[in-house]
């Protein structure tokens, strides 16, 4: 009789077993109770929110930093920390004004510099921030309180771009940090948000605690989305690092944690039938799923190589193995997502249901592919990348592609992806990643879109005709105009093959029932409004 990994869990907890729960975690179950949420989420391994667009930082961005503006439920910019603005007669001068009551966690006051030396930052790095300092003439503070941001022509989009939620966001930081290169990280963790980052119980690989900010205070709308009043239901949150999957499932029925991340697919019946737990969807959109190709080292700097993995993948295989209820997943072929109002079916014939490895077999060698190693970055502790990571490397090995995974926790992973060199200096070649399908619908803010060379995203794709369509992005007046403009753009990427896409799937989160409150909008977690409720 086969055991699978469902009935593995099943049977340990019936036999009183716990399957290895970390002691810390047994030990903490009375702390747990009450007002403490503890979460499986990721490792930590990077604290600065512009640095880098990873999910987990950008939920520990949202937890101790604040913004500017919010989205709310309908996706509609709300003011967050700004209290009141205004624009002039001819819509170049946008004026904005801090509400009351914004300090650091020092207990110094936030002022308008604060906010100044953040957009600058964020504006160097995120497309939407690039966009608004190719268009601004200055950005200054008028007094404490009060800063403007001047344009050479009107951006009707401003306002939407400050608020937009894709990471990285527009997280304001200390002026005396935010006034440093957004390529040099930000190591310090003092914002102006919700939650303090705990630094004395800071675990790293563990465990990153974060407390309630009892002198924040909320603005007075109710909460919608990001925006609205931030109220903090609890006293403290935990992030624990649990890197195995079972230890963490056992964890979560044990009631030793109250969320879990990233359960694998293989359990979601496992859970459903647990009448102490619940699957739940926060990001209804879902989560496209790709491959970053480095357009900096061979083989990939040449375009007969990346056209050879478009034709390469099996969309259906990739998604068995990363989700393999056919109800959560579905195959994707348009670089807008396929819930983005300006997703298309344009210069997509090179799909092919079970994939066309003999074309990219082919392809590789016009590309005068000679057998170097191509590594690919497999994110162990990512049970679906990893999965997927495996699967690309043996499609790669069948063809005759060297293909070597380089495996490692995401933590590390986007760490190592930054690295443009050669795979014998610790670059890479290849990694799956995913990027929320919502995102996927606007060119001017999704990083994933760009394909600016060094400025772009990990990869580093360039295509100068294809920016010059997504520049004219923000000058088009209607949805009908940019769904024409998408289709052109799409065709033009597809040429080049920017990345190339594994399918598009849903994954929900794991939660005990007694925490409720849960807030769901794409790409970012937050941690306000959570409740829990005593056992």
């Given at each position: 009789?086969?055991?699978?990994?469902?009935?593995?869990?099943?049977?340990?907890?019936?036999?009183?077993?716990?399957?290895?729960?970390?002691?810390?975690?047994?030990?903490?179950?009375?702390?747990?109770?009450?007002?403490?949420?503890?979460?499986?989420?990721?490792?930590?391994?990077?604290?600065?929110?512009?640095?880098?667009?990873?999910?987990?930082?950008?939920?520990?961005?949202?937890?101790?930093?604040?913004?500017?503006?919010?989205?709310?439920?309908?996706?509609?910019?709300?003011?967050?920390?700004?209290?009141?603005?205004?624009?002039?007669?001819?819509?170049?001068?946008?004026?904005?004004?801090?509400?009351?009551?914004?300090?650091?966690?020092?207990?110094?006051?936030?002022?308008?510099?604060?906010?100044?030396?953040?957009?600058?930052?964020?504006?160097?790095?995120?497309?939407?921030?690039?966009?608004?300092?190719?268009?601004?003439?200055?950005?200054?503070?008028?007094?404490?309180?009060?800063?403007?941001?001047?344009l050479k022509e009107p951006l009707g989009l401003l306002v939407d771009l400050l608020a937009d939620?894709?990471?990285?966001?527009?997280?304001?930081?200390?002026?005396?940090?935010?006034?440093?290169?957004?390529?040099?990280?930000?190591?310090?963790?003092?914002?102006?948000?919700?939650?303090?980052?705990?630094?004395?119980?800071?675990?790293?690989?563990?465990?990153?605690?974060?407390?309630?900010?009892?002198?924040?205070?909320?603005?007075?709308?109710?909460?919608?989305?990001?925006?609205?009043?931030?109220?903090?239901?609890?006293?403290?949150?935990?992030?624990?690092?649990?890197?195995?999957?079972?230890?963490?499932?056992?964890?979560?029925?044990?009631?030793?944690?109250?969320?879990?991340?990233?359960?694998?697919?293989?359990?979601?019946?496992?859970?459903?039938?647990?009448?102490?737990?619940?699957?739940?969807?926060?990001?209804?959109?879902?989560?496209?799923?790709?491959?970053?190709?480095?357009?900096?080292?061979?083989?990939?700097?040449?375009?007969?190589?990346?056209?050879?993995?478009?034709?390469?993948?099996?969309?259906?295989?990739?998604?068995?193995?990363?989700?393999?209820?056919?109800?959560?997943?579905?195959?994707?072929?348009?670089?807008?997502?396929?819930?983005?109002?300006?997703?298309?079916?344009?210069?997509?014939?090179?799909?092919?249901?079970?994939?066309?490895?003999?074309?990219?077999?082919?392809?590789?060698?016009?590309?005068?592919?000679?057998?170097?190693?191509?590594?690919?970055?497999?994110?162990?502790?990512?049970?679906?990348?990893?999965?997927?990571?495996?699967?690309?490397?043996?499609?790669?090995?069948?063809?005759?592609?060297?293909?070597?995974?380089?495996?490692?926790?995401?933590?590390?992973?986007?760490?190592?992806?930054?690295?443009?060199?050669?795979?014998?200096?610790?670059?890479?070649?290849?990694?799956?990643?995913?990027?929320?399908?919502?995102?996927?619908?606007?060119?001017?803010?999704?990083?994933?879109?760009?394909?600016?060379?060094?400025?772009?995203?990990?990869?580093?794709?360039?295509?100068?005709?294809?920016?010059?369509?997504?520049?004219?992005?923000?000058?088009?007046?209607?949805?009908?105009?940019?769904?024409?403009?998408?289709?052109?753009?799409?065709?033009?990427?597809?040429?080049?093959?920017?990345?190339?896409?594994?399918?598009?799937?849903?994954?929900?989160?794991?939660?005990?029932?007694?925490?409720?409150?849960?807030?769901?909008?794409?790409?970012?977690?937050?941690?306000?409004?959570?409740?829990?409720?005593?056992?």
């Open positions: 009789m086969t055991i699978s990994r469902r009935n593995l869990i099943k049977a340990g907890l019936a036999a009183g077993t716990a399957l290895s729960i970390p002691s810390v975690l047994r030990a903490q179950t009375a702390a747990s109770a009450g007002r403490t949420v503890r979460m499986v989420k990721g490792d930590l391994r990077v604290f600065d929110p512009i640095w880098t667009a990873t999910n987990i930082t950008a939920d520990h961005g949202a937890a101790i930093y604040d913004t500017l503006f919010a989205l709310d439920s309908k996706f509609m910019p709300q003011p967050q920390m700004v209290g009141k603005w205004d624009v002039s007669d001819d819509k170049k001068t946008y004026t904005f004004e801090l509400r009351d009551g914004l300090r650091w966690h020092n207990g110094t006051p936030v002022t308008a510099a604060d906010c100044v030396a953040s957009i600058r930052r964020w504006g160097q790095v995120a497309p939407g921030g690039q966009l608004i300092m190719a268009h601004a003439s200055d950005i200054s503070k008028k007094d404490d309180k009060t800063f403007t941001i001047a939620l894709t990471p990285p966001c527009l997280f304001i930081m200390r002026a005396q940090h935010a006034n440093r290169p957004a390529t040099e990280q930000v190591t310090t963790t003092i914002g102006s948000g919700p939650f303090k980052f705990n630094e004395a119980l800071a675990k790293p690989g563990a465990s990153y605690t974060y407390d309630r900010n009892e002198k924040y205070i909320p603005r007075k709308e109710p909460s919608d989305g990001l925006a609205g009043g931030k109220i903090v239901n609890v006293d403290r949150v935990i992030w624990d690092v649990i890197a195995d999957q079972q230890t963490a499932m056992a964890a979560l029925q044990a009631g030793e944690v109250d969320y879990f991340e990233l359960p694998p697919a293989d359990l979601y019946s496992l859970i459903e039938s647990d009448p102490n737990l619940e699957l739940q969807i926060l990001d209804k959109a879902g989560q496209d799923a790709l491959v970053r190709m480095n357009f900096l080292q061979p083989p990939f700097d040449n375009v007969k190589a990346r056209q050879a993995m478009l034709h390469l993948i099996d969309q259906e295989a990739f998604m068995r193995v990363m989700a393999p209820d056919p109800k959560y997943s579905n195959s994707l072929t348009s670089i807008f997502g396929d819930t983005t109002p300006v997703s298309n079916d344009e210069n997509t014939g090179w799909y092919k249901k079970g994939g066309h490895p003999e074309k990219a077999k082919q392809l590789f060698k016009e590309a005068g592919y000679a057998g170097e190693k191509v590594v690919i970055l497999d994110p162990t502790d990512w049970h679906e990348g990893d999965n997927a990571s495996q699967l690309l490397a043996a499609a790669l090995l069948k063809i005759g592609v060297n293909a070597e995974l380089a495996s490692m926790d995401w933590g590390a992973l986007s760490t190592r992806r930054a690295n443009k060199g050669p795979v014998e200096d610790g670059g890479w070649n290849v990694f799956i990643t995913t990027e929320s399908d919502y995102s996927l619908g606007d060119p001017l803010t999704d990083p994933l879109l760009t394909a600016s060379g060094d400025q772009a995203w990990y990869g580093w794709p360039k295509n100068d005709e294809y920016e010059v369509l997504r520049a004219k992005w923000a000058d088009v007046a209607t949805l009908e105009e940019r769904k024409a403009l998408a289709r052109k753009m799409q065709r033009v990427w597809w040429e080049f093959v920017g990345d190339v896409r594994l399918g598009k799937y849903i994954s929900p989160i794991a939660r005990r029932k007694t925490l409720t409150g849960l807030i769901g909008v794409p790409a970012i977690v937050p941690m306000w409004n959570m409740r829990k409720a005593s056992a």
